[in-house]
């Protein structure tokens, strides 16, 4: 009974303060006593609004940082895929440049060129032969001449067909051992024999050393040549040796399908 | 030992109540529930009625402080919820999920009749929002969430009770 009577006096007495309070709201002492309050409540809420907030801050700058490696990951594969694109365009103009060239070949009076893909290129035989897709029922035969295209459009010696199969023919490479091919040199009109030697490089022969010969100097096809037209070009000089024993120079000639890729050739057939 | 761990309990409820809305949009923030009065009656029903009208003042005047309404409105609301509430203490069950609820909803309900009337009364100077009477249906729905979720956070508090 007593405790009931002393939670009512508190009772009225929390009321009448209350109700005090919201009197005097405004006046300086209430308004002491919502400092004191709030000065010993707010760094905590300080604090605790920091640590939210920095929490808040630190979860955003994760999600910030898993969506940047997605973006890039993302970036690096469209990158990836551009660079693919950009390649495959730069090969397809390279091919372009070259099927047109190939177009430029101009019918002479008595050959016709049939184009045919480069389609096996053995590493071991790598300056011997190629197979080429084209063969007796394109109408080639053996010893048909094939030339490559340059880049300036320019045609060049690039072998000539050495066996002949239903849809397939192997050509024998100027750098061949088994080539020979009679040539000029273009300028001097001085006409040689050029020989493969199973390198990149083809030999000389029968220069005489009066013949003055200049590293650059370009090498054609000659009018002796029963299997090539003349002046197809064939290579440039690279070394000019004149020994003391002999009649002739050593000259080595690097053959212009050493310099560039050859995917398309042309078989020069009889019409 | 006991200070400590209501002092403790002061702040952890101070910062659900005042500081975690900040991070919500407005329009939840509105329907943000009451968790300061579900402790003021959690308490008056389980300890009776001097420390659920001292706990009723105590976090009255704090949310008073903290908040921009009329000054001394939540020390007044919360002494007379608490003080009601614990009346109740020792007459009914107050484990059962309905009385707490019961309990629950007379506490908000002489909260908001107290807030109005002062409302009424004295039409506020410091607060922004001035309206003529809060009864608007987000104060229905803000009281339906309050005692739904009264049963589990009771749950929540007991819980914590017994473990100190």
Partial sequence: MNTNKNTNKVFCLLLAVSIVLIALRLTPAVQGLKQLVYSVLVPDIKISSNLFSKTGSLLLNLSNIIKVYQENSELKNENFRLKQGLTDSQLVLEENIRLKNLLNIKETKNLKPIFANVIVREPTQWYKFVIIDKGFKDGIEIDNPVVAILFDGRTCVFGRTTEVYSSTSKVALVTNPLFSIPVQIKNLKVDCVCDGYDSQYLQLSFIPKSANLNIGDQIVTSYLSNVFENGIDVGTIVDIVKTNYGDYQEVTVEPYTQKHSVYEVAVLIKK | ?164
């Fill in chain 2, 1 to 164: 030992m006991n200070y400590i761990i209501s002092i403790l309990i002061f702040f952890i409820l101070i910062i659900i109540q005042f500081v975690i809305p900040k991070y919500m949009p407005l329009n939840i923030w509105t329907l943000y529930p009451n968790f300061i009065l579900m402790f003021v009656v959690y308490t008056a029903l389980n300890k009776g009625i001097m420390r659920g009208q001292i706990t009723g003042f105590v976090y009255g005047l704090t949310w008073d402080v903290l908040s921009t309404d009329i000054f001394g409105v939540r020390t007044l609301g919360f002494t007379i919820a608490g003080y009601l509430a614990g009346s109740f203490n020792k007459k009914l069950n107050k484990n059962q999920p309905l009385t707490q609820i019961i309990v629950m909803a007379i506490g908000l309900i002489v909260t908001h009749l107290i807030l109005n009337i002062t409302y009424v009364i004295m039409p506020a100077s410091e607060t922004v929002f001035v309206q003529n009477f809060e009864l608007s249906y987000l104060i229905i729905f803000n009281i339906l969430i309050n005692l739904f979720l009264t049963p589990f956070v009771f749950k929540i508090f007991l819980t914590f009770d017994r473990k100190n």
